[in-house]
């Protein structure tokens, strides 16, 4: 009880005293948004994230928070728009375009999640995290030739890479 209480007297105190603390309005309403989530109210936080990314479009962290509220009430092509825009402002994210593919798969999108690869693989060509993700969906869609073209693709760039995202039997089993 004593944590519980601990932190949430921190949490109160760093809201309330933000102009010492130097936090932006932006990272206040995000905070406040974040303890109306703890206090079981999405709709509140869902409202004071979008105030605040109309003061920061960019924060990654308000993108992902009014992502995962749209996909914890299943409205997950809601959910894209945030994530996307939050992949291409940090393109080098793979948990962040994870997600995203994640999301056209569960809504049974593969071309749209083929499009989008294909974008990213285009402006960040040397990511092999994006042509394993390639691979796996154009594997879903038994394009066979493509998936093997993508997989020995990230071969190539993971053998030039200092570590290894992929098993090397596994690529080779598509083969």
């Known amino acids: 009880m004593y944590v519980i209480f601990t932190i949430f007297t921190l949490f109160t105190a760093s809201i309330l005293y933000a102009e010492d603390t130097g936090f932006s309005p932006a990272m206040e309403l995000y905070m406040l948004g974040e303890y109306e989530l703890m206090s079981k109210n999405p709709e509140e936080a869902k409202k004071l994230f979008e105030k605040a990314l109309d003061i920061d479009s960019t924060s990654i962290a308000l993108l992902t928070s009014i992502a995962d509220l749209y996909i914890d009430r299943k409205e997950y092509e809601k959910a894209i728009p945030f994530y996307r825009k939050a992949s291409f402002i940090e393109p080098d994210n793979d948990l962040l375009t994870d997600y995203l593919i994640n999301l056209y798969a569960i809504m049974d999108d593969l071309d749209e999640a083929e499009s989008y690869l294909s974008i990213m693989t285009d402006n960040n060509p040397h990511n092999d995290k994006f042509y394993v993700l390639m691979g796996e969906i154009l594997y879903l869609k038994q394009d066979w030739d493509n998936a ?13 890479s200092d570590k290894r995202h992929t098993n090397p039997s596994n690529t080779s089993a598509f083969l």
């Not at 093997?148 to 030039?160: G, N, P």
């Open 148 to 160: 093997i073209k993508a997989f020995e693709v990230c071969d190539r760039l993971e053998d030039m």
